[in-house]
Protein backbone atom coordinates (compact mmCIF):
# COMPACT_ATOMS: atom_id res chain seq x y z
CA UNK A 1 0.00 0.00 0.00
CA UNK A 2 1.30 3.28 -0.98
CA UNK A 3 0.61 6.87 0.18
CA UNK A 4 0.73 10.17 -1.95
CA UNK A 5 0.87 13.22 -0.09
CA UNK A 6 -0.41 16.32 -1.84
CA UNK A 7 0.48 19.76 -1.34
CA UNK A 8 -2.30 22.56 -2.85
CA UNK A 9 -1.18 26.18 -2.76
CA UNK A 10 -3.86 28.10 -4.11
CA UNK A 11 -3.38 30.33 -6.89
CA UNK A 12 -6.88 32.08 -7.48
CA UNK A 13 -9.82 32.63 -5.23
CA UNK A 14 -11.40 28.63 -4.76
CA UNK A 15 -15.40 28.59 -5.02
CA UNK A 16 -15.54 25.36 -3.14
CA UNK A 17 -19.22 24.82 -1.52
CA UNK A 18 -21.44 22.55 -0.63
CA UNK A 19 -25.37 23.08 -0.92
CA UNK A 20 -27.69 21.96 2.31
CA UNK A 21 -31.14 21.36 0.69
CA UNK A 22 -33.64 23.90 1.00
CA UNK A 23 -30.68 26.88 1.00
CA UNK A 24 -30.11 29.03 -1.75
CA UNK A 25 -26.64 30.41 -1.27
CA UNK A 26 -23.76 27.74 -1.38
CA UNK A 27 -21.82 28.45 1.41
CA UNK A 28 -17.68 27.73 0.85
CA UNK A 29 -16.63 24.91 3.10
CA UNK A 30 -13.42 25.27 4.99
CA UNK A 31 -11.42 22.74 3.63
CA UNK A 32 -11.03 20.95 0.20
CA UNK A 33 -13.10 18.17 -0.11
CA UNK A 34 -11.57 14.47 -1.27
CA UNK A 35 -13.97 14.26 -3.54
CA UNK A 36 -12.99 17.44 -5.23
CA UNK A 37 -9.27 16.48 -5.64
CA UNK A 38 -10.65 12.82 -6.92
CA UNK A 39 -13.36 14.79 -9.30
CA UNK A 40 -10.33 16.99 -10.91
CA UNK A 41 -7.72 14.46 -11.25
CA UNK A 42 -10.39 12.28 -13.32
CA UNK A 43 -11.48 15.08 -15.20
CA UNK A 44 -7.94 15.89 -16.39
CA UNK A 45 -7.12 12.34 -17.33
CA UNK A 46 -10.26 12.03 -19.03
CA UNK A 47 -9.25 14.67 -21.19
CA UNK A 48 -5.89 13.77 -21.98
CA UNK A 49 -7.17 10.65 -23.26
CA UNK A 50 -9.86 12.36 -25.04
CA UNK A 51 -7.33 14.74 -27.01
CA UNK A 52 -5.33 11.25 -27.74
CA UNK A 53 -8.05 9.48 -29.20
CA UNK A 54 -8.41 6.37 -26.40
CA UNK A 55 -11.78 7.01 -25.87
CA UNK A 56 -14.56 9.04 -27.61
CA UNK A 57 -15.39 12.46 -26.28
CA UNK A 58 -19.39 11.40 -27.48
CA UNK A 59 -19.74 7.77 -26.51
CA UNK A 60 -17.38 7.29 -23.20
CA UNK A 61 -18.24 4.75 -21.08
CA UNK A 62 -15.85 4.85 -18.26
CA UNK A 63 -17.92 2.02 -16.38
CA UNK A 64 -16.78 -0.38 -18.46
CA UNK A 65 -13.08 0.19 -18.45
CA UNK A 66 -10.41 -2.55 -17.43
CA UNK A 67 -7.98 0.07 -17.51
CA UNK A 68 -6.12 1.73 -14.76
CA UNK A 69 -8.05 4.51 -15.07
CA UNK A 70 -11.12 2.20 -13.88
CA UNK A 71 -8.55 0.64 -11.34
CA UNK A 72 -8.23 3.94 -9.47
CA UNK A 73 -11.54 5.01 -9.32
CA UNK A 74 -14.08 2.67 -10.35
CA UNK A 75 -12.85 -1.04 -8.50
CA UNK A 76 -13.60 -2.43 -5.27
CA UNK A 77 -10.21 -0.85 -4.40
CA UNK A 78 -10.72 2.76 -5.56
CA UNK A 79 -7.90 4.94 -4.57
CA UNK A 80 -9.25 6.83 -1.38
CA UNK A 81 -8.75 10.86 -1.61
CA UNK A 82 -8.12 12.27 1.78
CA UNK A 83 -9.70 15.79 2.60
CA UNK A 84 -6.83 18.93 2.03
CA UNK A 85 -7.05 20.79 5.40
CA UNK A 86 -5.81 24.11 5.86
CA UNK A 87 -1.83 24.17 6.14
CA UNK A 88 -1.33 27.74 6.90
CA UNK A 89 -1.32 29.13 10.70
CA UNK A 90 -1.38 32.92 11.94
CA UNK A 91 1.64 33.22 14.32
CA UNK A 92 1.39 37.39 14.30
CA UNK A 93 -1.12 40.21 14.04
CA UNK A 94 -0.84 39.99 10.08
CA UNK A 95 1.62 37.19 10.11
CA UNK A 96 1.24 34.06 8.71
CA UNK A 97 3.44 30.65 8.36
CA UNK A 98 3.10 27.32 6.42
CA UNK A 99 3.41 24.44 9.23
CA UNK A 100 4.99 21.37 7.74
CA UNK A 101 3.34 19.14 10.70
CA UNK A 102 0.38 16.31 10.54
CA UNK A 103 -3.18 18.87 10.32
CA UNK A 104 -5.69 17.24 12.99
CA UNK A 105 -9.35 17.89 13.74
CA UNK A 106 -10.08 18.85 17.05
CA UNK A 107 -12.62 16.31 18.67
CA UNK A 108 -15.81 16.98 19.82
CA UNK A 109 -14.46 16.95 23.34
CA UNK A 110 -12.31 19.86 23.03
CA UNK A 111 -13.15 22.71 25.35
CA UNK A 112 -12.16 26.49 25.48
CA UNK A 113 -13.07 29.47 27.29
CA UNK A 114 -16.15 31.64 26.22
CA UNK A 115 -14.56 34.49 27.15
CA UNK A 116 -11.27 33.82 25.80
CA UNK A 117 -10.98 31.25 23.62
CA UNK A 118 -8.18 29.62 21.94
CA UNK A 119 -4.57 28.45 22.35
CA UNK A 120 -2.27 29.78 24.82
CA UNK A 121 -0.81 32.37 25.05
CA UNK A 122 -3.61 34.47 22.73
CA UNK A 123 -6.37 32.37 24.38
CA UNK A 124 -6.80 31.07 27.75
CA UNK A 125 -6.17 27.20 25.91
CA UNK A 126 -7.75 24.17 25.22
CA UNK A 127 -8.22 21.20 26.78
CA UNK A 128 -10.63 18.11 26.38
CA UNK A 129 -12.96 16.07 28.48
CA UNK A 130 -13.15 12.58 27.49
CA UNK A 131 -11.09 10.64 29.75
CA UNK A 132 -12.70 13.19 32.13
CA UNK A 133 -16.35 12.70 31.33
CA UNK A 134 -15.85 9.08 31.31
CA UNK A 135 -14.77 8.91 34.55
CA UNK A 136 -16.90 11.10 36.62
CA UNK A 137 -19.53 8.51 34.89
CA UNK A 138 -18.30 5.63 36.29
CA UNK A 139 -18.09 7.40 39.52
CA UNK A 140 -21.67 8.52 38.89
CA UNK A 141 -21.08 12.19 39.19
CA UNK A 142 -22.32 14.82 36.68
CA UNK A 143 -19.40 16.43 34.81
CA UNK A 144 -19.64 19.97 34.07
CA UNK A 145 -16.49 21.62 33.40
CA UNK A 146 -14.84 25.03 33.58
CA UNK A 147 -11.44 26.20 33.29
CA UNK A 148 -9.25 27.21 35.43
CA UNK A 149 -10.34 30.55 36.35
CA UNK A 150 -13.94 29.21 36.95
CA UNK A 151 -15.31 30.84 33.39
CA UNK A 152 -17.75 28.60 31.83
CA UNK A 153 -16.47 27.46 28.36
CA UNK A 154 -17.76 26.06 25.34
CA UNK A 155 -16.37 23.45 22.26
CA UNK A 156 -13.83 24.38 20.49
CA UNK A 157 -13.47 23.46 16.98
CA UNK A 158 -11.23 23.68 13.71
CA UNK A 159 -8.47 22.11 12.03
CA UNK A 160 -4.69 22.24 14.43
CA UNK A 161 -1.22 20.84 14.32
CA UNK A 162 1.58 20.74 16.82
CA UNK A 163 5.16 21.79 16.92
CA UNK A 164 7.07 20.17 20.08
CA UNK A 165 4.67 21.59 22.81
CA UNK A 166 3.35 24.50 20.81
CA UNK A 167 0.12 23.92 19.41
CA UNK A 168 -1.51 26.24 16.24
CA UNK A 169 -5.12 26.87 15.12
CA UNK A 170 -5.55 26.15 11.27
CA UNK A 171 -8.23 28.14 9.11
CA UNK A 172 -8.45 30.20 5.84
CA UNK A 173 -10.51 33.22 5.52
CA UNK A 174 -13.29 33.81 2.90
CA UNK A 175 -15.05 36.65 0.87
CA UNK A 176 -17.27 36.98 -1.55
CA UNK A 177 -17.42 38.06 -4.92
CA UNK A 178 -20.35 39.55 -6.72
CA UNK A 179 -21.11 38.46 -10.28
CA UNK A 180 -23.54 39.70 -12.95
CA UNK A 181 -25.41 37.51 -15.59
CA UNK A 182 -24.98 38.60 -18.87
CA UNK A 183 -27.53 38.43 -21.83
CA UNK A 184 -25.86 36.67 -24.30
CA UNK A 185 -28.25 38.11 -27.45
CA UNK A 186 -27.14 41.58 -25.82
CA UNK A 187 -23.80 41.25 -24.55
CA UNK A 188 -25.16 43.51 -21.53
CA UNK A 189 -25.88 42.69 -17.71
CA UNK A 190 -28.98 40.55 -17.61
CA UNK A 191 -31.97 41.88 -15.43
CA UNK A 192 -32.56 40.83 -11.97
CA UNK A 193 -29.15 38.59 -12.66
CA UNK A 194 -26.79 39.78 -9.22
CA UNK A 195 -25.43 36.74 -7.29
CA UNK A 196 -22.36 36.14 -4.93
CA UNK A 197 -20.06 33.24 -4.73
CA UNK A 198 -18.39 33.03 -1.49
CA UNK A 199 -15.16 31.97 -1.81
CA UNK A 200 -11.51 30.38 0.29
CA UNK A 201 -8.84 33.42 -0.41
CA UNK A 202 -6.19 32.24 -2.33
CA UNK A 203 -3.67 34.42 -0.10
CA UNK A 204 -3.69 34.91 3.46
CA UNK A 205 -2.28 38.22 5.36
CA UNK A 206 -2.15 41.76 3.87
CA UNK A 207 1.46 43.20 4.66
CA UNK A 208 3.20 40.38 3.57
CA UNK A 209 0.73 37.83 1.73
CA UNK A 210 1.11 34.37 1.87
CA UNK A 211 -0.21 32.43 -0.38
CA UNK A 212 -3.17 29.54 1.04
CA UNK A 213 -1.75 26.24 1.13
CA UNK A 214 -3.61 23.26 2.19
CA UNK A 215 -2.11 19.36 2.77
CA UNK A 216 -4.16 16.24 2.07
CA UNK A 217 -3.60 12.37 0.34
CA UNK A 218 -4.33 9.63 -1.63
CA UNK A 219 -3.93 6.19 -0.23
CA UNK A 220 -3.87 3.23 -3.10
CA UNK A 221 -3.68 -0.14 -2.82
CA UNK A 222 -1.66 -0.96 -5.89
CA UNK A 223 1.70 -0.17 -5.50
CA UNK A 224 2.37 -0.10 -9.91
CA UNK A 225 -0.62 2.26 -9.94
CA UNK A 226 0.34 4.61 -7.37
CA UNK A 227 4.18 4.81 -9.15
CA UNK A 228 2.70 6.09 -12.30
CA UNK A 229 0.01 8.38 -10.54
CA UNK A 230 2.68 10.40 -8.66
CA UNK A 231 4.52 11.45 -11.88
CA UNK A 232 1.04 12.38 -13.62
CA UNK A 233 0.31 14.70 -10.74
CA UNK A 234 3.65 15.99 -11.30
CA UNK A 235 3.63 16.40 -15.07
CA UNK A 236 0.46 18.62 -14.91
CA UNK A 237 0.82 20.25 -11.30
CA UNK A 238 -0.30 23.41 -12.84
CA UNK A 239 -3.22 22.28 -15.14
CA UNK A 240 -5.68 21.18 -12.24
CA UNK A 241 -8.57 23.24 -11.54
CA UNK A 242 -10.63 22.89 -8.31
CA UNK A 243 -14.08 23.50 -7.41
CA UNK A 244 -16.70 25.81 -9.71
CA UNK A 245 -16.43 28.71 -11.63
CA UNK A 246 -12.90 27.67 -13.16
CA UNK A 247 -14.21 29.35 -16.58
CA UNK A 248 -14.21 32.35 -15.08
CA UNK A 249 -10.76 32.54 -13.46
CA UNK A 250 -10.90 30.93 -10.32
CA UNK A 251 -9.85 27.57 -9.06
CA UNK A 252 -6.26 27.32 -10.26
CA UNK A 253 -3.60 26.05 -7.77
CA UNK A 254 -0.30 24.38 -7.96
CA UNK A 255 -0.22 20.71 -6.67
CA UNK A 256 3.06 18.77 -5.28
CA UNK A 257 2.82 15.29 -4.98
CA UNK A 258 5.31 12.98 -2.83
CA UNK A 259 4.90 9.04 -2.63
CA UNK A 260 5.16 7.37 0.60
CA UNK A 261 5.07 3.85 1.70
CA UNK A 262 2.24 2.89 4.33
CA UNK A 263 3.63 0.74 7.94
CA UNK A 264 0.86 -0.14 9.53
CA UNK A 265 0.28 -1.25 13.54
CA UNK A 266 3.13 0.65 15.41
CA UNK A 267 1.96 4.11 16.02
CA UNK A 268 -1.45 2.81 16.56
CA UNK A 269 -0.47 0.65 19.24
CA UNK A 270 1.89 3.18 21.04
CA UNK A 271 -1.36 5.93 20.47
CA UNK A 272 -3.72 3.25 22.33
CA UNK A 273 -0.94 1.99 24.98
CA UNK A 274 -0.69 5.56 26.08
CA UNK A 275 -4.12 6.84 25.73
CA UNK A 276 -5.30 3.49 27.92
CA UNK A 277 -1.94 4.53 30.82
CA UNK A 278 -3.20 8.31 31.15
CA UNK A 279 -7.00 7.12 31.54
CA UNK A 280 -5.61 4.85 34.13
CA UNK A 281 -3.79 7.78 35.89
CA UNK A 282 -7.09 9.98 35.89
CA UNK A 283 -9.10 7.09 37.40
CA UNK A 284 -6.99 7.43 40.54
CA UNK A 285 -7.97 11.27 40.36
CA UNK A 286 -11.77 10.48 40.45
CA UNK A 287 -11.35 7.34 43.01
CA UNK A 288 -11.29 9.87 46.09
CA UNK A 289 -15.37 9.79 45.43
CA UNK A 290 -15.85 6.20 45.31
CA UNK A 291 -12.07 4.31 46.02
CA UNK A 292 -14.12 0.87 45.96
CA UNK A 293 -14.85 1.07 42.31
CA UNK A 294 -12.05 0.16 40.10
CA UNK A 295 -11.64 -0.11 36.37
CA UNK A 296 -11.07 -4.46 35.69
CA UNK A 297 -7.35 -4.71 34.89
CA UNK A 298 -8.24 -6.89 31.45
CA UNK A 299 -10.56 -3.69 29.90
CA UNK A 300 -8.22 -1.86 27.71
CA UNK A 301 -9.85 1.45 25.80
CA UNK A 302 -9.49 3.21 22.28
CA UNK A 303 -11.22 5.62 20.41
CA UNK A 304 -12.00 6.57 17.08
CA UNK A 305 -12.07 10.46 16.24
CA UNK A 306 -14.04 11.06 12.84
CA UNK A 307 -11.30 13.36 10.80
CA UNK A 308 -13.69 13.78 8.06
CA UNK A 309 -17.72 13.57 7.69
CA UNK A 310 -18.79 10.33 7.73
CA UNK A 311 -21.91 8.68 6.13
CA UNK A 312 -22.60 5.73 8.23
CA UNK A 313 -25.53 3.16 7.96
CA UNK A 314 -27.16 0.37 10.09
CA UNK A 315 -29.70 -2.32 9.33
CA UNK A 316 -29.89 0.14 5.77
CA UNK A 317 -30.92 3.14 7.64
CA UNK A 318 -28.59 6.28 8.60
CA UNK A 319 -27.31 6.38 11.71
CA UNK A 320 -24.19 8.89 13.42
CA UNK A 321 -22.96 6.44 15.94
CA UNK A 322 -20.88 3.53 14.97
CA UNK A 323 -21.83 0.50 17.12
CA UNK A 324 -20.25 -2.62 18.13
CA UNK A 325 -21.74 -4.28 15.49
CA UNK A 326 -20.44 -1.64 13.20
CA UNK A 327 -17.14 -1.65 14.08
CA UNK A 328 -16.71 -5.50 13.87
CA UNK A 329 -17.88 -5.45 10.31
CA UNK A 330 -15.56 -2.81 9.38
CA UNK A 331 -12.42 -4.47 10.74
CA UNK A 332 -13.58 -8.15 10.53
CA UNK A 333 -12.91 -8.81 13.98
CA UNK A 334 -14.93 -11.02 16.13
CA UNK A 335 -14.58 -9.35 19.59
CA UNK A 336 -17.38 -10.35 21.98
CA UNK A 337 -16.15 -7.99 24.67
CA UNK A 338 -16.01 -5.09 22.33
CA UNK A 339 -18.72 -2.69 24.30
CA UNK A 340 -19.19 1.17 23.52
CA UNK A 341 -18.75 3.39 26.68
CA UNK A 342 -19.50 7.33 24.77
CA UNK A 343 -19.80 9.12 21.85
CA UNK A 344 -20.05 12.17 21.14
CA UNK A 345 -21.53 12.96 16.99
CA UNK A 346 -23.90 15.60 15.05
CA UNK A 347 -25.46 15.34 11.83
CA UNK A 348 -25.87 17.34 9.13
CA UNK A 349 -26.70 17.02 4.99
CA UNK A 350 -24.87 17.20 2.61
CA UNK A 351 -24.86 17.28 -1.24
CA UNK A 352 -23.15 17.63 -4.44
CA UNK A 353 -22.49 18.34 -8.33
CA UNK A 354 -21.41 14.97 -9.90
CA UNK A 355 -19.50 16.27 -13.58
CA UNK A 356 -19.11 13.65 -15.39
CA UNK A 357 -22.80 12.63 -15.25
CA UNK A 358 -23.99 15.97 -15.19
CA UNK A 359 -26.35 15.36 -12.33
CA UNK A 360 -26.75 16.64 -8.81
CA UNK A 361 -25.94 14.06 -6.43
CA UNK A 362 -28.27 12.57 -4.08
CA UNK A 363 -28.68 14.56 -0.13
CA UNK A 364 -26.70 12.31 2.40
CA UNK A 365 -27.57 12.71 6.02
CA UNK A 366 -23.74 12.38 7.15
CA UNK A 367 -21.91 12.53 11.01
CA UNK A 368 -20.03 15.69 11.00
CA UNK A 369 -15.89 15.51 11.40
CA UNK A 370 -14.99 15.59 14.89
CA UNK A 371 -17.37 13.00 15.65
CA UNK A 372 -15.59 10.93 19.07
CA UNK A 373 -15.97 7.14 20.08
CA UNK A 374 -14.84 5.52 23.41
CA UNK A 375 -14.87 2.07 22.92
CA UNK A 376 -13.20 -0.58 25.16
CA UNK A 377 -12.16 -4.36 24.50
CA UNK A 378 -10.57 -7.10 26.78
CA UNK A 379 -8.71 -8.46 24.14
CA UNK A 380 -6.60 -5.74 22.70
CA UNK A 381 -4.11 -7.54 20.68
CA UNK A 382 -6.85 -8.45 17.90
CA UNK A 383 -7.40 -4.53 17.53
CA UNK A 384 -4.30 -3.05 16.75
CA UNK A 385 -3.43 -4.04 13.15
CA UNK A 386 -6.79 -3.85 11.94
CA UNK A 387 -7.48 -0.27 13.40
CA UNK A 388 -4.09 0.59 11.60
CA UNK A 389 -6.24 -0.46 8.34
CA UNK A 390 -8.99 1.13 9.21
CA UNK A 391 -7.11 4.81 9.34
CA UNK A 392 -6.60 4.11 6.23
CA UNK A 393 -9.11 2.94 4.43
CA UNK A 394 -12.13 4.82 6.50
CA UNK A 395 -15.27 3.91 7.81
CA UNK A 396 -19.08 4.14 6.07
CA UNK A 397 -19.88 4.83 2.53
CA UNK A 398 -17.83 6.55 -0.42
CA UNK A 399 -15.04 6.16 1.32
CA UNK A 400 -12.95 6.65 -1.82
CA UNK A 401 -14.40 10.87 -1.78
CA UNK A 402 -12.85 11.33 1.48
CA UNK A 403 -15.96 10.55 3.73
CA UNK A 404 -15.44 7.90 7.01
CA UNK A 405 -11.70 9.00 7.57
CA UNK A 406 -10.36 8.13 11.43
CA UNK A 407 -7.65 8.50 13.84
CA UNK A 408 -7.25 5.94 16.62
CA UNK A 409 -6.43 7.36 19.92
CA UNK A 410 -6.02 11.30 18.89
CA UNK A 411 -3.23 13.05 21.16
CA UNK A 412 -5.20 15.85 22.22
CA UNK A 413 -7.36 13.65 24.67
CA UNK A 414 -4.51 13.36 26.75
CA UNK A 415 -4.71 17.52 27.39
CA UNK A 416 -6.41 17.96 30.62
CA UNK A 417 -8.06 20.99 32.44
CA UNK A 418 -5.15 21.54 34.74
CA UNK A 419 -2.59 22.32 31.64
CA UNK A 420 -4.66 23.60 28.84
CA UNK A 421 -2.66 24.23 25.48
Given amino acids: MKRIELTITAEAPLAIGQRKPGASVSEATDYIPGTVVRGAIASLMIQQAQAAGQISTANADLTQTDDDFGTLFLS ?10 PAIAKTGEDEYTICPEEVCVLPATALSSKTSPGFTPKG ?6 LIDSFCAREQGHFYEPNDLKGDRVEPFKGFYSKQGKTYRSHSISKRLLTRVGINRRRATAEDQLLYSIEVLNETQGKQTPQFSVYRGAIVIDDNDLATQLQ ?8 NFRLGGSTSRGLGKVHVQ ?3 QDFSEGDAVKSRVREFNAKLRD ?27 DAILTENWQRTTVISEPMLRQFTQVEDATLKLQLSYSS ?19 ITNMAGVYLFSTELPDQWYEPLAQ ?29 EPV
Fill in 124 to 129: SGVFDS
Fill in 347 to 365: YDYRSGWNAAWGLQKDVEL
Fill in 231 to 238: PFITRHCT
Fill in 76 to 85: DDAAIFHNAY
Fill in 282 to 308: RWKCWNIFDPSKSLPANQHFFTLNLQS
Fill in 257 to 259: AEL
Fill in 390 to 418: LEQQGVGDRTSEGFGQIKVCDEFHLIFRE
